[in-house]
């Protein structure tokens, strides 16, 4: 099991996000080019296997953008906080 980091957290609502997303289109979809209708246990079990799927195949794309945007966020915080850390020196 993954430990309770935000980075594992942000990864997981990622996940979240595109299968509600996707979920979504693939309910719309159905329901414009079948007999179906938004309601229908057909439409609402198939879509959400839909962004299931999609949202598992792209996990590994999902998951490098996640730690490439928070490496970016931390290097960008520890730059700014050197940065202080020296203005501070120099003032004393």
């Known amino acids: 099991m993954e430990d309770f980091t935000l980075r594992n957290v942000t990864k997981y609502a990622v996940k979240a996000a ?3 997303y996707v979920a979504s ?4 979809a159905i329901t414009d080019y079948t007999r179906f209708e938004e309601d229908d246990a057909v439409v609402r079990i198939s879509s959400n296997v839909i962004g299931w799927g999609v949202s598992d195949k792209l996990k590994p794309v999902t998951d490098k953008i996640v ?3 928070a ?6 915080r520890e730059a700014r906080k050197s940065k ?3 203005t501070k ?3 004393k």
């Open 18 to 20: 595109v299968h509600g």
């Open 25 to 28: 289109v693939a309910a719309d």
């Open 67 to 69: 730690d490439k945007t």
């Open 71 to 76: 490496d970016f966020i931390v290097a960008k």
């Open 84 to 86: 202080k850390n020296n």
């Open 89 to 91: 020196k120099d003032e």
